[in-house]
T-cell receptor
Framework: EAQVTQNPRYLITVTGKKLTVTCSQN?????MSWYRQDPGLGLRQIYY???????DKGDVPEGYKVSRKEKRNFPLILESPSPNQTSLYFC??????????????FGPGTRLTVL | AQKVTQAQTEISVVEKEDVTLDCVYE???????LFWYKQPPSGELVFLIR??????QNEISGRYSWNFQKSTSSFNFTITASQVVDSAVYFC?????????????FGAGTILRVKS
């Protein structure tokens, strides 16, 4: 089954404790991205990747890091989480790199709470 | 800069009523794509439709229909004979073809509550 998977689905952590949210897709998509969803703000892009070893900042990258060492994986790293990073996070992927305009498909979401 | 506005924060209807969710967008590109996603209470994002800027034909899929009007920069979504299972948050989104990164810009979402 073609899908985007994220782990963990739920996470409660404390301020300053490094964490990684994994994202994996099995569709051989070039493009992957991370979004956060906050009430009243919709979803906002954090980082995206056009292909392996090619990553760039989205609209709200502060406090986050990403890496793209393999095509299928795009982990989101919070080196020192803070309470304002409490949010619902989505990973997405689509075919096509730079000029790709196909529909993005989203993972199931990761609900993160930082105390 | 691109922007999507969903002015209706929350809508409540009774089952079998028709309901229209509004979406107004701003873009300077001539080539762009509009999307609707559904987020049920379980939290996942479900893709509903993608429409490119050169195709202004209205789309109907079962009880769902979409009205795309470039003249008013709107891409409204109508659910006919609503059902309780339609209760969800609905997001409208825009992607500009010529913007580096082709990010999706989302509206704030409209919460739809369908009561039995």
């Amino acid at each position: 089954e073609a899908q985007v998977t994220q782990n963990p689905r739920y996470l409660i952590t404390v301020t300053g404790k490094k964490l990684t949210v994994t994202c994996s897709q099995n569709m051989n998509h070039e493009y992957m991205s991370w979004y956060r969803q906050d009430p009243g703000l919709g979803l906002r892009q954090i980082y995206y990747s056009m292909n392996v070893e090619v990553t760039d900042k989205g609209d709200v990258p502060e406090g986050y890091k990403v890496s793209r060492k393999e095509k299928r994986n795009f982990p989101l790293i919070l080196e020192s989480p803070s309470p304002n990073q409490t949010s619902l996070y989505f990973c997405a992927s689509r075919p096509g790199g730079f000029w790709g305009t196909d529909t993005q498909y989203f993972g199931p979401g990761t609900r993160l709470t930082v105390l | 800069a691109q922007k999507v506005t969903q002015a209706q924060t929350e809508i409540s209807v009774v089952e079998k009523e028709d309901v229209t969710l509004d979406c107004v967008y701003e873009t300077r590109d001539t080539t762009y794509y509009l999307f609707w996603y559904k987020q049920p209470p379980s939290g996942e994002l479900v893709f509903l439709i993608r429409r490119n800027s050169f195709d202004e034909q209205n789309e109907i899929s079962g009880r769902y229909s979409w009205n795309f009007q470039k003249s008013t920069s709107s891409f409204n979504f109508t659910i006919t004979a609503s059902q309780v299972v339609d209760s969800a948050v609905y997001f409208c989104a825009l992607s500009e073809a010529e913007e580096y990164g082709n990010k999706l810009v989302f509206g704030a979402g409209t919460i739809l509550r369908v009561k039995s």
